[in-house]
C-alpha cells in the first residue's frame, strides 16, 4: 500500500504563489507516475499535473504556464509550483501515484488550495 504526507496548502491572494509537496511511503517501488489532481466543489476531480521516474511530465492546459511539478526519485516526493494562482484554482489538490499510465491508482488525503482576494 503507498500512503501520501501532503503540505503546502493554504489561502493566496490572486496572482500569489503556493508550493505543494507530497512525500509517498509504503509499497513506492511500484510507483511509476505520481502527480496532483484537484477537485472543487460540485464539479469531478480533475488531472493537474504528472510526473514520471524518468522526470516526464504533463500538465492541464489550464495549468500550463503557471505550474510547475517536480519530483525526488530518493525521496520518492513530489511537488507542485503553483504562480499566478487565479481564483478558479481554488480546489482541494490531491497527490496521487500509479503503477501505470496516469497517477490514478493511489490517493492522498487532499489539501485546500483558496486563492481569494
Known amino acids: 500500500q503507498v500512503q501520501f504526507v501532503e503540505s503546502g496548502g493554504g489561502l493566496v491572494q490572486p496572482g500569489g504563489s503556493l508550493r505543494l509537496s507530497c512525500a509517498a511511503s509504503g509499497s513506492t517501488f511500484a510507483i511509476w507516475t505520481m502527480g496532483w489532481y484537484r477537485q472543487a466543489p460540485g464539479k469531478q476531480r480533475e488531472l493537474v499535473a504528472i510526473i514520471t521516474r524518468g522526470y516526464t511530465t504533463n500538465y492541464a492546459d489550464s495549468v500550463k504556464g503557471r505550474f510547475t511539478i517536480s519530483g525526488d526519485n530518493a525521496k520518492n516526493t513530489v511537488y507542485l509550483q503553483m504562480n499566478s494562482l487565479k481564483a478558479e484554482d481554488t480546489a482541494v489538490y490531491y497527490c496521487?501515484?500509479?503503477?501505470?499510465?496516469?497517477?490514478?491508482?493511489?490517493w492522498g488525503q487532499g489539501t485546500q488550495v483558496t486563492v481569494s482576494s
Open positions: 496521487s501515484a500509479g503503477r501505470f499510465g496516469v497517477p490514478t491508482e493511489y
